[in-house]
């Protein structure tokens, strides 16, 4: 098999973004590049994890790799960048977090996630998947370790060993997977009398959100408001907290993660609801909400970024029939109000305490 360079392939984020200083890899992913060369790897028993935006995927095109996939903006990134390089779409499979094959893996590459539940929950599914003999690598930037990365491998596989440092990244090998009764893979969360589920890996593990909490206490819903989007739902509570005002509200909700959604809909009645794994508000008309509410996105991985944000208000905006209401929580160092005068013609503080404010935006 041809050997690709770094030079071969050119990777871009998708979305795209003005800050210059975030990358579409790093040397952990470059690291494990290093260590998969050194393994005979047979076609199509390869499974990639977290692979943000499509370099591994790029390079080990060649072995037909399986991808997972948790995130629709992820998906999207794979597929802009395996186009931009020419490569064929058919080799890859891309396959959801709890994916199920008839066929077992040879060798897991995992980056390891910045939710060390996720990397659990993946760590848990793959060994399951895997074939006897198989070996995974999972590697990271050494500024990120922490023991718990050692002792979630160790887990699920007898040894564990650990790289030497390259470029301030480390690659961890797990061999020999043990033999595992079935590992729980949601959390419970009991929260105003009501048990909230989320798979491992969603934001805000043990607890309801502190912001979302602020928000909840002030979320009143008004009668005419008839269809409502709950953007960003995470595990759904927002959206949640509005069926319990109205239960003949139409919600809608959308999250960039599957498993977020995958969590959603394990909380939330199932009439009048609707699930959106997406990434953006395309799939929804102009005018078709009266009412939109976030507690919205600034985390990515390790990154902190508002430019995700900012383009969600823009589509916002659009969906909002004229008259409709945005109501979002968010941090007071995100200083979120100077964007959102440049966009809607009214906005209002309706709450806020020295953490967290609850912006209404009028269109
Ligand atoms: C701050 S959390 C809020 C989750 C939930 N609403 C809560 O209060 O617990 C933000 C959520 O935004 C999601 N997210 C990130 N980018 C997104 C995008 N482009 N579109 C939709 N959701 C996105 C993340 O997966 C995460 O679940």
């Known amino acids: 098999m041809k050997k690709n360079t770094f030079f071969d392939f050119k990777i871009s984020r998708y979305p795209s973004t003005e800050n210059r200083s975030l990358k579409a890899w790093n040397a952990a992913d470059e690291h494990l590049l290093q260590h998969i ?12 994890y977290n692979d943000r935006f499509g370099f591994l995927s790029c390079f080990l095109h060649a072995y037909a790799p399986l991808v997972v996939i948790n995130y629709r903006s992820q998906k999207k990134a794979i597929y ?3 186009e931009s390089n020419q490569l064929n779409f058919s080799t890859l499979e891309f396959l959801p977090p709890l994916f199920q094959l008839d066929k077992k893996i ?3 590459i995992i980056k390891v996630p910045k939710s060390l539940d996720l990397f659990r929950l993946q760590l848990s599914h793959l060994s399951n998947q895997m074939q006897e003999d198989g070996v995974i690598l999972a590697a990271f930037m050494t500024k990120y370790f922490s023991k718990k990365i050692i002792s979630i491998a160790q887990e699920f596989f007898e040894k564990v060993e ?3 440092a390259w ?3 480390r690659v961890i090998i797990l061999q020999k997977k043990k033999s595992i009764k079935k590992v729980d893979l949601i959390h419970k969360i009991n929260f105003q009398g009501v048990v909230f589920q989320q798979y491992f890996g969603v934001f805000s593990a043990n607890h309801i959100d502190y912001a979302s909490q602020f928000f909840i206490e002030h979320l009143q819903l008004k009668k005419e408001e008839k269809r ?3 953007l960003a739902c995470g595990n759904g509570v927002l959206g949640k907290m509005i069926q319990l005002q109205n239960p003949d509200c139409e919600i809608h909700l959308m999250d960039d993660s599957f498993l977020a959604v995958q969590s959603a809909a394990l909380n939330l009645e199932k009439e009048n609801t609707f699930f959106h794994y997406n990434d953006s508000l395309e799939i929804f008309e102009n005018d078709f909400f009266d009412l939109v509410i976030s507690n919205p996105p600034f985390h990515f991985e390790h990154e902190t970024n508002i430019e995700v944000a900012i383009r969600l208000f823009h589509e916002v905006k659009r969906c909002l029939k004229n008259g409709g209401r945005f109501q979002l929580v968010a941090s007071q160092h995100l200083n979120f109000k100077t964007h959102l005068e440049k966009i809607f013609s009214q906005i209002n503080i309706t709450s806020e305490n ?8 009028l269109k």
Not at 37 to 48: R, V
Not at 355 to 361: A, G, L, R, S, T
């Open 37 to 48: 060369e050194a393994l005979e790897i047979e076609q199509k028993s390869i499974a990639i």
């Open 80 to 82: 802009k960048n395996i």
């Open 106 to 108: 040879k060798t897991g």
């Open 162 to 164: 650990q790289s030497k």
């Open 167 to 169: 470029k301030k990244s």
């Open 228 to 230: 409502v989007l709950d």
């Open 354 to 361: 020295a953490k967290f404010v609850i912006y209404e935006c």
